[in-house]
Structures are given as structure tokens and as C-alpha cells.
């Protein structure tokens, strides 16, 4: 520390009796000049020491911040598991360590079962996080228990044997295959036109095998995530392993595995880093347990062939367009809860829609219940879905974008 500058010496007026009255005079003069140089010294000090002053000020309001950081201390992230009459299981990240532990009756309130939420070293519950400050929230969407069966998926008999075999069995019996010793395939990539049924076919496996349905978008891990995407892929398998049995969804899978091009752009390199991340969770997947990845593609063709090697996506599965008995059982599922008039021929009206997506029969059967309410009717006619049709395909022709309800 600096030391204080010492003060200037007082100047003192002597005088002496026999002085004449010029004498005088000259020596009040020469204190006076004394006096003031004095006075400048002194006034530059002062300012000085009020610099300084202002400096140590902020250097303690820095400290005393400093000070209050660390006496409060950091707190744990976890996931309310399950709300009881006695408090709340969470199960705290990282060590997956799950406790029972109490919760402020103005948090309780509040509190749902998989909230995200901050907790102290007593494991008590501070707060409850907002998902939106989560990234890994926004990336992914997590659905305990998503209510799709495979009652509900219209003409995709094949594809629904072939994913109950390589996704379902080895969830469920995965002793089987050890007893048997073959290696379960770890991911099945689904491929087909948009909206055809292949987010509801991994919905559907995630529902009757009782797993954690967990989905990302490729498309927007490479748009909104910029940056992240190789962090988002890690932190998706670590949920997996948190929230198993699970089902990881990657929906877009193109986006993140298209073949390499010649450009070296950075965006291309940080899709390469993601998909490299993909690659290698996949390969260390063995020691995951029961967890599987069902990926799914509109754009086969661009996929990068690493993607699809032995023990990665392996099996390789078409969901195409609907044939005729396939569009008829999805307009069926469709209509199930509408109230259809007697001249109703849905086997009829789907000879007509031949090329029509499962999404696109979706919305055509809501487009027809619009017509009828449009007409003040309670009961959908045959000529409600003519009009349904005609309205898709005018839509279709107008804008070239496929009608689909999500
Ligand atoms: P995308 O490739 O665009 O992601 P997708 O193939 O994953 O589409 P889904 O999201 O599964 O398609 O389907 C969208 C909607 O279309 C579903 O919610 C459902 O209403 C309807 N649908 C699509 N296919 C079928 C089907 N085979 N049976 C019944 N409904 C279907």
C-alpha cells in the first residue's frame, strides 16, 4: 500500500518589533507567497487523497460482492421425479443419486413431477427452473409416456413388425439376446416421405415398451443450436441414460448426417463435430443398457454412408406413402370420434386419395368435419370429404407444401 505523502511544512510570520514599517511590509508579502504555495500543495494532496479514496471504495463494494458469492453457496440441479404426501423424490444429475426430501409449501404448489430444479447440499428444494433457460430443454422434447399405440398408425403393418423386432425385443428382452449372444442392433432408420407415420412408429415402440420417449430435431440442432450441437448430442444420451429404458428419437437426421461436401465452411465443420459426436455415442453404446435410436430421414439419399455401418443404423426400414387398404384404416383412425353419415364409404374415398400422406388424410378428415360445420350440420358427409379433397389438393397446388397436422 502507498504511503501518504507527508504535509508541507506550516509557514510561520516572524516579525520583528524593530522592524521599519517596509521591512514589515516585505515580510507580510513573502508569508503571504509562502502561505499560497502552501495552499496549492495542500489542495493537490487533497486531490489525491480523493482519487484514492474513490479507488479503495470500489475495491471493497468489489470484495464485499465477492464476499457475499461465496458465502452463498452453489446449488445442485435434479429432477423432481415424483411428488408424495411425505415430499418429493428427485434425483439429482450427474450422480443420478435419488432422495426423498422436502419442499416449501410456495414451492410445492407450483411443483410437477419432471421439473427441473435447483437443490441445496440438505437436498432441499431452493427453486424450480425454468426450461426455458435450458438448452437442453428447448433441444429436446422428453415425453414420459407419449399416447400413441400401434392401434393408432393406419397401413404400416411391415414396418411396425420390423421395429417391434429391433427396437421393442431387445428393450424388453434383452437377456434373450445375451442368452442367444447376439448383438441387438442399437439403432433403426426410419426413411420416407414427410408425414407418414414414422415419428408416431417411435412414439408408439416408446408406449409399449413403457420408455422415456426423447426426440431431437437434426434441423434445428444445426439452426438454433448453433455452436452447441456436438454438447446437445452428448447431453441427449446422458438424459437417455438418466431417464432409461428410453427411446432417443432424432427426427431430421439428414441434417446433422448428410454426406460430406467439398466446402469447408464453418458451419460444416461444426455439423461435422455433431454428427462425429452422434457417431461416437453410438459406438459406446453397448455399455448404455436400455436404451435404443430410432432415427428417421425425407432425405435418404443425402445420408452419409458412416451413419449407416454395422452397429450403428443398421437396419434400414421404408415407411412409404399409404396404399389403398393402408389410407382407408388411417382415414378410419381418423374419423373414429366424428360423426359420419350413413352414405359414408371410406373404403370408396380412398381409392380417390391415392398419393395423399397419413398426415395429409389426417388433415383431410378434419378439413371435411369443417365443411359440415360450416353447413350447420352435426354429421359429415361423403360430399364434406369430396370437398376436403379438393380443398388439399387445391391448397397442394397452390403453395406445393404438403398439408400436415403435427
Ligand atoms: P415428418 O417426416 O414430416 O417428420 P413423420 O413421418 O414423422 O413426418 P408423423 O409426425 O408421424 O409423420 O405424422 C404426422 C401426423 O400424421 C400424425 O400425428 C398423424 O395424425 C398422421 N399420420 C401420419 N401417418 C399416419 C399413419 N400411418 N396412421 C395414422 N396417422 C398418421
Do not use: C, W
Request: glycine share 6%.
Amino acid at each position: 500500500m502507498s504511503r501518504s505523502p507527508s504535509l508541507p511544512e506550516r509557514p510561520r510570520l516572524e516579525l520583528d518589533p524593530d522592524m521599519t514599517p517596509d521591512e514589515r511590509l516585505e515580510a507580510l508579502r513573502e508569508h503571504f507567497t509562502e502561505i499560497v504555495e502552501v495552499n496549492e500543495q495542500l489542495t493537490e494532496q487533497l486531490d489525491a487523497a480523493r482519487d484514492r479514496q474513490s479507488d479503495l471504495t470500489d475495491e471493497v463494494d468489489q470484495l464485499e460482492r465477492e464476499n457475499e458469492t461465496l458465502k452463498t453457496s452453489s446449488l445442485y440441479i435434479a429432477t423432481a421425479e415424483e411428488l408424495t404426501d411425505d415430499g418429493v423424490v428427485v434425483k439429482q444429475h450427474g450422480n443420478n443419486q435419488e432422495v426423498l426430501t422436502e419442499v416449501s409449501p410456495s414451492i410445492r404448489d407450483d411443483l410437477e413431477a419432471g421439473d427441473r430444479v435447483a437443490i441445496n447440499d440438505s437436498f432441499g428444494v431452493k427453486q424450480i427452473l425454468d426450461p426455458e433457460t435450458d438448452a437442453r430443454a428447448q433441444a429436446m422434447q422428453v415425453d414420459g409416456s407419449p399416447d400413441v399405440s400401434y392401434d393408432d398408425i393406419g397401413g404400416l403393418e411391415e414396418q411396425i413388425l420390423e421395429v417391434r423386432e429391433a427396437v421393442e425385443e431387445p428393450l424388453i428382452n434383452a437377456d434373450q439376446f445375451r442368452e442367444i449372444g447376439i448383438e441387438p442392433p442399437s439403432g433403426v432408420l426410419l426413411h420416407g416421405p414427410p408425414g407418414t407415420g414414422k415419428t408416431m412408429l417411435a412414439k408408439a415402440v416408446a408406449n409399449e415398451t413403457d420408455a422415456t420417449f426423447i426426440k431431437m430435431a437434426g434441423s434445428e440442432l444445426v439452426r438454433k443450436f448453433i455452436g452447441e450441437g456436438a454438447r446437445l448430442v452428448r447431453d441427449l444420451f446422458e438424459l437417455a441414460t438418466e431417464r432409461e429404458p428410453a427411446i432417443i428419437f432424432i427426427d431430421e437426421i439428414d441434417a446433422i448426417a448428410a454426406k460430406r461436401t467439398e466446402s469447408k465452411t464453418s458451419g460444416d465443420a461444426e455439423v461435422q463435430r455433431t454428427m462425429m459426436q452422434l457417431l461416437s455415442e453410438m459406438d459406446g453404446f453397448d455399455e448404455r443398457g436400455e436404451i435404443r435410436i430410432i432415427a428417421a430421414t425425407n432425405r435418404f439419399d443425402m445420408l452419409d454412408r458412416a451413419i449407416l455401418r454395422p452397429g450403428r443404423f443398421d437396419r434400414l426400414i421404408e415407411v412409404p406413402n399409404p396404399d389403398i387398404e393402408g389410407r382407408e384404416r388411417i382415414l378410419e383412425i381418423h374419423t373414429e370420434d366424428m360423426n359420419l353419415a350413413d352414405d359414408v364409404d371410406l373404403g370408396a374415398f380412398a381409392t380417390e386419395t391415392d398419393g395423399l400422406s397419413g398426415a395429409e388424410l389426417a388433415s383431410l378428415a378434419t378439413e371435411a368435419g369443417m365443411f359440415a360445420i360450416r353447413d350447420g350440420r352435426t354429421t359429415v358427409e361423403q360430399a364434406d370429404f369430396h370437398d376436403a379433397l379438393e380443398k388439399i389438393e387445391g391448397d397442394d397446388d397452390a403453395s406445393s407444401v404438403p398439408v400436415a397436422f403435427a
